[in-house]
T-cell receptor
Framework: KQEVTQIPAALSVPEGENLVLNCSFT??????LQWFRQDPGKGLTSLLL?????REQTSGRLNASLDKSSGRSTLYIAASQPGDSATYLC???????????FGTGTRLLVSP | GAVVSQHPSRVICKSGTSVKIECRSL??????MFWYRQFPKKSLMLMAT?????????EQGVEKDKFLINHASLTLSTLTVTSAHPEDSSFYIC???????????????FGEGSRLTVL
């Protein structure tokens, strides 16, 4: 069964800290991996998309890495801000399937 | 990025009634749209894959007669929750993949979601 797992489930940090969110998946044959942000009661905002052939993607203070062989991806947030507080979801498109399998999410709280 | 719009964003209905949720791709065409359901503080669970001009493909455990999906055009898919019960209360989110993207990344774009409350 193709599964996506995220740790930690929740994370609380003071403003300014650099932090890492982890995502692991059970099948290394992936098409791409996306990181999303979800604010309470809202839809999803796409943050970064990493293709199977790529190792990392960067957007502003965000950097996502992909290691297919170990079935892992990390989302690095530099100099965290209170506005970064949200749930972060990792989703994988496994090869041969036109759909995303979502991870369990990490709830991030950045305190001023 | 491409924009996906969902309507309504919130709906409250009585048990036994049917509710329709629309998902539109505003500035691109999508032959395939996906419907997800999200329970409070849980992740998204794929319900079905909606294909333009053909029947939707439902995930295991999802009742196709309960959750009717119609994908009549390249920009519109609808999810109808029939004979709604309180346990159908949830957050429903659709997503779409661009048919002819400038760069074929396979990226999915998501709507804002629709919160259904069944009394």
């Amino acid at each position: 069964k193709q599964e996506v797992t995220q740790i930690p489930a929740a994370l609380s940090v003071p403003e300014g800290e650099n932090l890492v969110l982890n995502c692991s998946f059970t099948d290394s044959a992936i098409y791409n991996l996306q990181w999303f942000r979800q604010d309470p009661g809202k839809g999803l905002t796409s943050l970064l998309l990493i293709q199977s052939s790529q190792r990392e993607q960067t957007s502003g203070r965000l950097n996502a890495s992909l290691d297919k062989s170990s079935g892992r991806s990390t989302l690095y947030i530099a100099a965290s801000q209170p506005g970064d507080s949200a749930t972060y979801l990792c989703a994988v498109s496994f090869t041969g399937f036109q759909k995303l399998v979502f991870g369990t999410g990490t709830r991030l709280l950045v305190s001023p | 990025g491409a924009v996906v719009s969902q309507h309504p964003s919130r709906v409250i209905c009585k048990s036994g009634t049917s509710v329709k949720i629309e998902c539109r791709s505003l500035d691109f065409q999508a032959t395939t749209m996906f419907w997800y359901r999200q329970f409070p503080k849980k992740s998204l669970m794929l319900m079905a894959t909606s294909n333009e001009g053909s029947k939707a493909t439902y995930e295991q455990g999802v009742e196709k007669d309960k959750f009717l999906i119609n994908h009549a055009s390249l920009t519109l898919s609808t999810l109808t929750v029939t004979s709604a019960h309180p346990e159908d209360s949830s957050f429903y989110i659709c997503s779409a993949r661009e048919l002819f993207p400038p760069v074929n990344t396979g990226e999915l774009f998501f709507g804002e979601g629709s919160r259904l409350t069944v009394l």
